[in-house]
């Protein structure tokens, strides 16, 4: 495997990731240069001079990961990639402090009149009335975005004496109370309790703009802004007007919209107090290595056939949320296989229903597992990345549930999948905690160990139908590992099904030959991605 690292990125990186793969450090490109050699690299890493673009993406026919050593992925084309099934990671904990601290930096930076106090220092001028500044003590500092970054910032801001209130729809009002904060349902009632205001969200739909003349109009009049976010979340020119006419006191900006080219940012010509810097929120030597070391270890893991913990593009898959529930993903694949294979006509929708012990836990991972295995079953290249896209796209319902009624196994997971054409229900459990058994097919209860092979054969329940089937599959030189014939939960059913583990393919003339028995109906080859 080869792995491709561009950009000014830590040389711990690629130590980590030589262990699992060969690696490239090269300079930054430009997309058609990229293009031209992507097509050879298994992994991509890189900062944010590189933009990974939808034609780079394409032309990377290997790519598993691409990793971005810092927080935001804005330079990533995330659903290209998603579509494209690969992983894109990012280090949203590496730089929090550093982050953080420049936050608070430019903060006062401002509030004092640093640099141009420093400036004019430097020329042997002596104008200490011309930089009186502002206290931070007793003012009231608005966050928006109340995350790790917006967090630490909240604690330190308290600790020099601020009050804090906080915006941000996403956050639980305890925490932020519990914090020391003060929390803002309205973003309309946010604006004119600030002197101070620092953003500290993605740059999204929902967040471009979102400081502009007309949220500025809500604002205090003489209220100073920082933005050590995302470029674009304030509005550039607004911000340069309402500075030049007094209505903000001061700014302190880290991010650009067109960065690094910002020769035509209108706040490089702004008259007025603003500290400028070159997007440094992330630029400590302790960060650069946090970053550096974070993204390589995940692209390691991936590439040696484990998971990330960062992956943007796939959260539910993130250690936190997967390990409660990870014995139980093969499980839940294999008998949503099974249940595709044995279904036909468009899917209209996927019902989950977890039982036992997996009721009490949060079953998303499942559900992609369950994606990805009735996708497979249709369509190449799908993985746990794209599989929730692909189900999107297809308009594909997915209903999950938990029941507290009680089963005969720790934890259990039904599957209903209905189409056009009908409905097939497979359940799967783990016996002894961790043994996978399809436990049920539609109403024949079962204890089947998925394998890559399986042949089903529902028969009329007669003497001497088992030797006949087993005569002709073992005249067709296919080996059985295992057989379960069970009858439908009714005394009185004359149907039953042989669920056969064998140890390679069936073809159609074999299928056609079982058929031909007399008292078998409609036999069927199942393949499934088991882990050997």
């Known amino acids: 495997m080869k792995v491709l690292i561009t950009d000014k990125i830590n040389e711990a990186a690629e130590k980590i990731i030589?262990?699992?793969?060969?690696?490239?450090?090269?300079?930054?490109?430009?997309?058609?240069?990229?293009?031209?050699?992507?097509?050879?690299?298994?992994?991509?890493?890189?900062?944010s001079q590189t933009k990974v673009t939808a034609k780079i993406i394409e032309a990377g026919k290997n790519l598993k990961i691409i990793g971005r050593a810092g927080v935001g992925v804005d330079n990533i084309d995330v659903e290209a990639a998603t579509q494209k099934g690969i992983i894109v990671v990012n280090s949203p904990d590496g730089n929090t402090m550093a982050a953080a601290e420049h936050t608070i930096a430019l903060m006062l930076a401002m509030a004092r009149n640093i640099a141009?106090?420093?400036?004019?220092?430097?020329?042997?001028?002596?104008?200490?009335?011309?930089?009186?500044?502002?206290e931070l003590y007793k003012?009231?500092?608005?966050?928006?975005?109340?995350?790790?970054?917006?967090?630490?910032?909240?604690?330190?801001?308290?600790?020099?004496?601020?009050?804090?209130?906080?915006?941000?729809?996403?956050?639980?009002?305890?925490?932020?109370?519990?914090?020391?904060?003060?929390?803002?349902?309205?973003?309309?009632?946010?604006?004119?309790?600030?002197?101070?205001?620092?953003?500290?969200?993605?740059?999204?739909?929902?967040?471009?703009?979102?400081?502009n003349k007309d949220t500025i109009a809500k604002m205090k009049k003489g209220v100073r802004l920082v933005n050590c976010a995302r470029g674009g979340i304030i509005n550039e020119k607004d911000l340069k007007d309402a500075i030049e006419s007094g209505y903000v006191a001061s700014a302190a900006i880290d991010v650009y919209e067109n960065e690094p080219n910002i020769q035509e940012c209108p706040l490089i010509h702004c008259n007025g107090n603003i500290v400028l810097t070159p997007h440094?929120?992330?630029?400590?030597?302790?960060?650069?290595?946090?970053?550096?070391?974070?993204?390589?270890e995940q692209i390691k893991e991936v590439l040696s056939g484990g998971s990330a913990s960062s992956a943007v593009n796939i959260p539910s898959l993130r250690p936190d949320k997967l390990e409660p529930v990870k014995e139980y993903m093969q499980i839940a694949e294999n008998s949503a296989e099974l249940a595709m294979q044995i279904s036909k006509g468009v899917i209209k929708s996927i019902e989950i229903t977890a039982m036992g012990n997996l009721a009490d836990l949060e079953?998303?991972?499942?559900?992609?597992?369950?994606?990805?295995?009735?996708?497979s079953s249709m369509l190449e290249g799908v993985n746990y990345v794209n599989a929730p896209f692909i189900a999107k796209k297809r308009g594909i319902?997915?209903?999950?549930?938990?029941?507290?009624?009680?089963?005969?196994?720790?934890?259990?997971?039904?599957?209903k999948l209905t189409t056009d054409?009908?409905?097939?229900?497979?359940?799967?459990?783990?016996?002894?905690?961790?043994?996978?058994?399809?436990?049920?097919?539609?109403?024949?209860?079962?204890?089947?160990?998925?394998?890559?092979?399986?042949?089903?054969?529902?028969?009329?329940?007669?003497?001497s139908m088992i030797a006949k089937v087993a005569k002709v599959i073992g005249e067709n030189n296919i080996n059985i590992g295992s057989m379960n014939v069970v009858q439908k939960n009714?005394?009185?059913?004359?149907?039953?099904?042989?669920?056969?583990?064998?140890?390679?393919?069936?073809?159609?003339?074999?299928?056609?030959?079982?058929?031909?028995?007399d008292g078998v109906h409609n036999p069927q080859y199942i393949k499934l991605n088991v882990k050997e």
């Open 18 to 47: 030589e262990q699992a793969a060969q690696v490239d450090f090269l300079p930054t490109m430009q997309e058609d240069e990229l293009v031209k050699i992507i097509p050879e690299y298994d992994a991509l890493m890189v900062r």
């Open 116 to 134: 141009p106090a420093a400036a004019s220092t430097k020329e042997g001028r002596w104008d200490r009335s011309k930089f009186t500044g502002c």
């Open 139 to 211: 003012k009231t500092l608005g966050i928006i975005g109340f995350g790790k970054i917006g967090t630490h910032v909240s604690e330190v801001a308290l600790a020099l004496g601020m009050k804090v209130v906080v915006y941000d729809p996403y956050a639980a009002k305890e925490i932020v109370e519990k914090r020391g904060g003060e929390y803002i349902e309205n973003l309309d009632d946010f604006w004119g309790k600030c002197d101070f205001i620092t953003v500290h969200v993605p740059k999204t739909k929902d967040t471009i703009n979102l400081i």
């Open 280 to 296: 440094l929120g992330a630029s400590t030597q302790e960060a650069q290595m946090n970053v550096a070391i974070d993204v390589a």
């Open 363 to 375: 079953i998303q991972p499942l559900e992609v597992a369950v994606l990805r295995g009735i996708l």
């Open 397 to 415: 319902d997915i209903i999950s549930t938990r029941s507290k009624t009680k089963c005969s196994f720790a934890g259990l997971l039904t599957i």
């Open 421 to 463: 054409k009908g409905s097939n229900t497979v359940s799967g459990a783990l016996v002894a905690k961790d043994i996978p058994r399809i436990v049920k097919i539609n109403d024949y209860e079962t204890s089947i160990r998925p394998q890559k092979h399986m042949l089903l054969v529902p028969h009329v329940n007669k003497p």
């Open 490 to 517: 009714d005394k009185h059913a004359t149907e039953s099904i042989m669920v056969i583990n064998i140890d390679s393919e069936v073809n159609n003339n074999v299928l056609k030959e079982i058929e031909h028995i």
